[in-house]
């Protein structure tokens, strides 16, 4: 998909997660620090990212071995979790994603995959307004945001984010009460 992280690459991201609704919690400020710092501790990803990069982005929503129930609005389900290869056991720490332009291009296949989804009802009449895939494009940014701030990457504006997020949750939670 992408050779190398571009200012063009990030550019695109960041403007299909402006566009994205309902908006993800700190996806923007993710890549303003991944931006700031492209080479933080930066190593080969695991065999394990690279594998479930390669799935999400070879998936063919017109192949026969996509059931039904990995389709239209749930297409993104088999590319995510299929052979035991998840968000959350590829993604482990930032050392398994290995760099800034692998988190990118998992951001990208992720992206893609909600426009698929999207595109594959539009072809078929389905009208949906929720898409599996936005819940896996949304993982996907809370793992990488956790992975990237427990390595330490977190900027200042990041960390706010974070607490101010944490701080509405309880509040929202007490006022639900």
């Known amino acids: 998909m992408f050779v190398k992280t571009s200012d063009r690459v990030t550019f695109h ?22 931006a700031a710092s492209p080479d933080f501790k930066s190593s080969i990803p695991s065999d394990n990212v690279t594998a479930f990069l390669n799935r999400i982005e070879a998936a063919d929503p017109n192949s026969s071995e996509i059931g039904e129930d990995d389709s239209n609005q749930s297409w993104g389900h088999w590319q995510f979790t299929a052979g035991g ?12 994603v290995g760099d800034v332009d692998m988190a990118c291009k998992l951001l990208a296949a992720a992206i893609r995959t909600c426009k698929v989804a999207r595109h594959i009802c539009l072809e078929r009449n389905i009208t949906s307004c929720n898409f599996l895939s936005d819940a896996y494009l949304n993982n996907m940014v809370e793992r990488l945001c956790e992975s990237w701030t427990a390595a330490g990457g977190v900027c200042r504006f990041l960390f706010f984010i974070y607490k101010f997020h944490s701080f509405l949750n309880v509040m929202h939670t007490t006022e639900n009460k």
């Open 13 to 34: 991201i960041v403007d299909e997660l402006l566009n994205q609704q309902p908006p993800i919690p700190h996806a923007i400020a993710l890549l303003d620090a991944m």
């Open 85 to 96: 290869l998840t968000i959350t056991t590829v993604i482990q720490d930032w050392a398994c």
